[in-house]
């Protein structure tokens, strides 16, 4: 097997330390919004959601997944963030006791959509018919073609 490239996305996935400091990140972030510590009207206007924040493996750079209650006006709620980047960066460096705070980047979360759209495909009736249906291969042994 050859190693991956570096900055390739397809691997064993996130370790620990990056798990670990995300969500370090999202809880802070969202703490930050709740409470109105940034100033900004148009942010103290929202109630923003933070779903997941993915940081790379060097912890420079946090993407935050983010989405408006209610779920409509994503791209501002994204534009207004990106706005205020520093001083969110700011922040979370000085409340999360990290060295060096990773360069926030924001994006709309979009997981609540796709989990509607599996939702809505497991309960399509060609869906549902083959999942009712009964394995005809119920006596463990393998087709042999």
Not at 14 to 25: H, W
Not at 44 to 69: F, H, K, N, W
Request: proline share 3%; aromatic share 2%; net charge negative.
């Amino acid at each position: 097997m050859q190693p991956m490239a570096k900055g390739n996305s397809y691997g064993a996935g996130p370790s620990t330390r990056q798990l670990r400091v995300g969500e370090l990140i999202r809880r802070t972030m969202s703490d930050l919004l709740m409470r109105g510590e940034v100033h900004d009207d148009a942010l103290a206007r929202m109630s923003i959601t933070v779903g997941e924040v993915q940081i790379t493996s060097d912890l420079r750079v946090a993407t935050c997944y983010v989405l408006p209650l209610g779920g409509k006006d994503g791209d501002e709620a994204v534009k207004i963030l990106a706005r205020n980047q520093g001083e969110l960066r700011r922040l979370i460096g000085r409340k999360c006791g990290l060295k060096h705070a990773p360069e926030l980047r924001f994006k709309v979360d979009t997981s609540f959509d796709r989990m509607d759209e599996t939702r809505a495909l497991l309960n399509r009736e060609d869906v549902r018919r083959d999942l009712d249906k009964p394995d005809s291969d119920t006596d463990g042994e393998a087709d042999e073609s």
